[in-house]
């Protein structure tokens, strides 16, 4: 099933502001809420789905990303769309929305608070030829692990709830107060057992190779996120994410613009007089291209199609060749007496017409 859109799912427009996002995303989470919809598997789909959706749209940066490059600017390296957020994860990030509604938490019960591990980030060198066809990368990346054999248990202090509750008699009558638990600062558990080599958190710092699946479109400066990928965190909280920056090895030949690719393509002047065809590189191969008879310095020819996708699958760019007549500047005495000769013949005298088109309606037809 292909991931649907976040403002489609929030049913919200694209100009939404963060209030009217939050707004929406609480209709969605209240009419699919579990309570409501015992058992209901569809319903707890939505709910997730609502939670995802605001997971990324409420973040300014995650939004900006979502916007410019769809699903695989948020996770599509292999994030979110494998595992999505559990029922865990969404109350205990949103809990505070449903406030009002639900009581004070979320339902009745508020669980132990779960630690978040902390991203890593890397930066991964493409080639245009792998950022044209997509690739998949494996990088080498050190980040905190819950070592093996850490074991837990259930804090005595507040009995695995994360929270003590302190009654104190005031003249007002009872008062009643929920604290995080101090001896396990909210989360329920306390280290039984932690290995030799382990941090005071359980954790230990490892070298793992992770599989990067990079779609194609990518561009210098991107970031991709996969999921669970970051520092563990302890106590057996949410894993941080690994966050990914393309980086973008030159290209010998042809430079990048956006989606579009240019070419400097140079002729000999009996080239350029009598016309010619030249081998173009494109990113995968080449192509064969026709340089008409009289050809002018400056004529750009647009081979539609032979640039970069798009992130968001819009199609391609287009592959623009910059046609340079090269003057010679070394000719011997018989060239230089033919040129002299063709000083002042009427066909060499430059007579631009409505056919020479400025440099600036060939910009301009350029980003037509
Ligand atoms: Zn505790």
Redesign the pocket.
Known sequence: MSKRDYYEILEISKSATAEEIKKAYRKQALKHHPDKNPGDKVAEEKFKEAAEAYEVLSDPQKKARYDQFGHAGVGGAGGFGGGGMNMEDIFSHFGDIFGGHFGGGFGQQRGPRRMKGSDLRIRVKLNLEEMMNGTSKKVKVKRFKQAKGVTFKT?P??GGS?YQTKVTNTFLGQMQTTVA?G??QGI?KIADHIPAGANNQGLTKVEETVEIKIPAGVREGIQLQVSGKGNDAPFDGIPGDLLVVIDEEVHNELKRDGNNLHYDLYVSIPEAVLGVSKDIPTVNNKVRIKVDKGTQSGKVLRLKGQGLPSLNGYGNGDLFVHINVWTPDKLSKEQEAFFEKMMNDENFNPHPGKDEKSFFDKVKEMFS
């Open positions: 804090c202090t507040c994360g638990c001896s396990c329920g």
